[in-house]
């Protein structure tokens, strides 16, 4: 243990970060200069916090060897995001420099994530207009997989969601238009969960099927076609096509 008593009489005293890396004011979290990513210092239940004005007499003991770092998430981050090694910052007690934080090797953080390779749905190509007579028939629903590839230790909860790129004809109901190349008319694409409830575009769903044991995941979904209301039917291609967007959490 290193022991410091400090005098103050209305003095400074805690950590000052590094101006490259960024600044705060309050609080025991510190920009890192890298997007997305903030970090503090502990020891103990203790961790070091921004200057604040004191006084009297401060006792400190500061361990020389069981200093902690935590990088923390504190927005969006790159998929790789290299930290430099450099100087964190001082805990200073106004003029007086009572230690230096230094990251002396550089890291690279790596955002957890899963492999997720398209899926192309074969919907078929032998359907009868007599199938979609009323609207909202939606014959044959194609039961399909999203997968999850070599998921990344450190997830803790992947949620999902579906984004249409075509015109989107009822969001609640998880309908979406056919391409503008389909020649198919009075046809959508409807896509549910796979209790045959509908997918609500654009909405977060969290994905209960994961754990943090496993590495490959299925998200078990269907489509089917679905006839419109007040659009005449006429048989041609009908393709549509949907962005699926993953977050791990």
Same mark, same amino acid.
């Given at each position: 243990?290193?022991?410091?008593?400090?005098?103050?009489? /209305?003095? $400074?005293?805690?950590?000052? +970060? #590094?101006? =490259?890396?960024?600044?705060?004011?309050?609080?025991? %979290?510190?920009?890192?200069?890298?997007?997305?990513?903030?970090?503090?210092?502990?020891?103990?239940?203790?961790?070091?916090?921004?200057?604040?004005?004191?006084?009297?007499?401060?006792?400190?003991?500061?361990?020389?060897?069981?200093?902690?770092?935590?990088?923390?998430?504190?927005?969006?981050?790159?998929?790789?995001?290299?930290?430099?090694?450099?100087?964190?910052?001082?805990?200073?007690?106004?003029?007086?420099?009572?230690?230096?934080? /230094?990251? $002396?090797?550089?890291?690279? +953080? #790596?955002? =957890?994530?899963?492999?997720?390779?398209?899926?192309? %749905?074969?919907?078929?190509?032998?359907?009868?207009?007599?199938?979609?007579?009323?609207?909202?028939?939606?014959?044959?629903?194609?039961?399909?997989?999203?997968?999850?590839?070599?998921?990344?230790?450190?997830?803790?909860?992947?949620?999902?969601?579906?984004?249409?790129?075509?015109?989107?004809?009822?969001?609640?109901?998880?309908?979406?238009?056919?391409?503008?190349?389909?020649?198919?008319?009075?046809?959508?694409?409807?896509?549910?969960?796979?209790?045959?409830?509908?997918?609500?575009? #654009?909405?977060?769903?969290?994905?209960?099927?994961?754990?943090?044991?496993?590495?490959?995941?299925?998200?078990?979904?269907?489509?089917?076609?679905?006839?419109?209301?007040?659009?005449?039917?006429?048989?041609?291609?009908?393709?549509?096509?949907?962005?699926?967007?993953?977050?791990?959490?």
């Amino acid at each position: 243990m290193q022991k410091f008593d400090l005098f103050c009489q /209305n003095g $400074i005293i805690g950590f000052n +970060v #590094n101006p =490259a890396l960024g600044s705060a004011t309050t609080g025991t %979290v510190f920009p890192l200069g890298v997007p997305g990513l903030a970090f503090r210092i502990s020891f103990g239940n203790y961790y070091v916090s921004t200057p604040t004005l004191q006084s009297g007499n401060i006792t400190f003991f500061y361990p020389s060897t069981s200093y902690r770092l935590e990088i923390i998430k504190s927005g969006e981050t790159l998929s790789q995001s290299p930290v430099p090694a450099i100087s964190l910052g001082e805990f200073r007690g106004d003029n007086l420099k009572v230690i230096t934080f /230094n990251l $002396i090797n550089p890291v690279t +953080v #790596n955002a =957890a994530s899963c492999q997720t390779p398209s899926v192309f %749905v074969a919907m078929g190509d032998d359907y009868q207009l007599f199938e979609f007579d009323n609207a909202g028939d939606a014959p044959r629903p194609i039961k399909f997989d999203l997968s999850l590839n070599n998921c990344q230790r450190g997830i803790q909860k992947v949620t999902y969601q579906l984004q249409a790129n075509t015109p989107v004809i009822d969001a609640q109901k998880g309908i979406v238009a056919l391409s503008g190349a389909s020649t198919a008319k009075g046809i959508g694409l409807q896509l549910k969960n796979d209790a045959g409830q509908p997918i609500v575009l #654009n909405t977060p769903y969290v994905f209960s099927g994961f754990n943090t044991t496993g590495t490959d995941f299925k998200i078990p979904l269907s489509a089917a076609y679905i006839r419109l209301a007040d659009s005449a039917l006429q048989a041609g291609s009908a393709n549509s096509e949907v962005t699926f967007i993953v977050n791990y959490l």
